[in-house]
């Protein structure tokens, strides 16, 4: 059976290019992963008051935390916001991360396009993502590295990757990330 992957979008606008990019790489992955996008813009701030000391956690998160337990990989798409990852993109990640010792990324292949209309591509906020990763425990693809910069030109007015050598570079990303997945992930 095909391996589940939750693609998680660090944007919350309509008009995402970071989500135009996660619904290109998945028109182009191998059919070995099957891609649910698991949304975050209804989870609400992590407050550990919210859930500790008898208090019961929001049901957005522990539906949040079930979508990612039920799942054989991760895939982030970020934007950079001021060099960093977008608030909402953190959050998503802390409240995945707790109650401590219960974190759900633990053990999870993951990879990180970051997306940007500006030439750096993201990358600051593909290394700080990176950066919690390390300390959550989830194997990361490391190569190839997907820093699209320039992304508002490589779409056309559909939405839709224009640019070949761009869709060959996440066709290769989707095949790698595959085989990663299949290397590391537990089921
Ligand atoms: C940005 N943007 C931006 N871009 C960048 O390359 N580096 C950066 O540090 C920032 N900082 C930043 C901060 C804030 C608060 C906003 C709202 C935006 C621009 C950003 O890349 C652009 O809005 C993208 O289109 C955001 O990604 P989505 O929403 O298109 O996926």
Same mark, same amino acid.
């Given at each position: 059976?095909?391996?589940?992957?939750?693609v +998680?979008?660090?944007? !919350?606008?309509?008009?995402s290019?970071?989500?135009?990019?996660?619904?290109?790489?998945?028109a182009?992955?191998? =059919?070995?992963?099957?891609?649910?996008? $698991?949304?975050?813009?209804?989870?609400? !701030?992590?407050?550990?008051?919210?859930?500790?000391?008898?208090? =019961?956690?929001?049901?957005?998160?522990?539906h949040?935390?079930? /979508?990612?337990?039920d799942?054989?990989? +991760?895939?982030?798409f970020?934007?950079?916001?001021? /060099?960093?990852?977008?608030?909402?993109?953190?959050?998503?990640?802390?409240?995945?991360? /707790?109650?401590?010792?219960?974190? $759900?990324?633990s053990?999870?292949?993951?990879?990180?396009?970051? $997306?940007?209309?500006?030439?750096?591509?993201?990358?600051?906020?593909?290394?700080?993502?990176?950066q919690s990763? $390390?300390?959550?425990?989830m194997?990361?693809?490391?190569?190839p590295e997907?820093?699209?910069?320039?992304?508002?030109?490589? !779409?056309?007015d559909?939405?839709?990757?224009?640019?070949?050598?761009t869709?060959?570079?996440?066709?290769?990303?989707a095949?790698?990330?595959?085989?990663?997945v299949?290397?590391?992930?537990?089921?």
């Open positions: 059976p095909a391996k589940k992957i939750a +998680v979008i660090g944007s !919350l606008r309509k008009d290019l970071n989500r135009k990019f996660a619904h290109e790489l998945i182009l992955a191998p =059919t070995s992963l099957s891609f649910e996008i $698991v949304e975050i813009g209804e989870l609400p !701030l992590y407050n550990q008051d919210l859930e500790e000391h008898g208090a =019961t956690a929001p049901q957005a998160w522990t949040f935390r079930q /979508r990612i337990k799942v054989d990989g +991760v895939l982030f970020t934007p950079e916001y001021n /060099r960093s990852v977008p608030a909402p993109l953190k959050n998503a990640i802390d409240v995945g991360s /707790r109650p401590y010792g219960s974190s $759900v990324w053990g999870k292949p993951a990879g990180i396009i970051s $997306v940007s209309p500006s030439a750096i591509g993201g990358f600051g906020a593909n290394h700080h993502l990176r990763m $390390v300390f959550l425990d194997p990361l693809l490391q190569q997907a820093y699209i910069g320039g992304a508002a030109n490589l !779409l056309g559909d939405g839709k990757l224009n640019n070949d050598s869709k060959q570079f996440l066709k290769k990303f095949d790698t990330y595959a085989a990663w299949e290397k590391h992930a537990k089921q």
